[in-house]
């Protein structure tokens, strides 16, 4: 838990930095667009993280079934809105070139979700066989 607080902290003063940064600047229809794509879903990846508690770690194994909170309609959150959070930032930038992140960044989550999935069900069965049917992504 200390390291997700630790987490926490370090990814709110730079949302700060950047907010402060960000709202100088004039506000363009797509900076617009951009922050209220990114600012929430800023926000939800955070949560998704938090959520997450000593689950969460950089290879796939299985020690808890997260089920509750955003996992319990997203079996992946972190993906989903660390992607949107990039989306927002590449359309704040006025950057349309930048969205090839993207073409690289989403097949490799879903590689990623796929050998998760496949832990998941080695490890909880049916259990997460049932939780699978109930989610998205």
């Known amino acids: 838990m200390k390291a997700n607080m630790v987490t926490l902290a370090m990814v709110a003063v730079g949302m700060v930095l950047f907010l402060r940064y960000a709202l100088e600047l004039p506000a363009t229809v797509p ?11 800023f926000f939800l990846l955070g949560l998704a993280r938090i959520q997450l508690g000593n689950a969460f770690s950089a290879r796939a194994k299985a020690t808890t079934l997260v089920t509750t909170g955003l996992y319990s309609r997203i079996r992946n959150p972190i993906y989903v809105f660390g992607a949107l959070l990039i989306t927002g930032l590449i359309v704040w930038l006025q950057r349309p070139l930048l969205l090839l992140i993207l073409a690289v960044l989403v097949p490799m989550q879903i590689y990623r979700a796929r050998k998760e999935a496949k832990v998941l069900e080695a490890k909880f069965g049916e259990e997460y066989l049932a939780y699978k049917r109930k989610t998205w992504f």
């Open 31 to 41: 900076r617009v667009a951009g922050l209220a794509i990114a600012i929430p879903s």
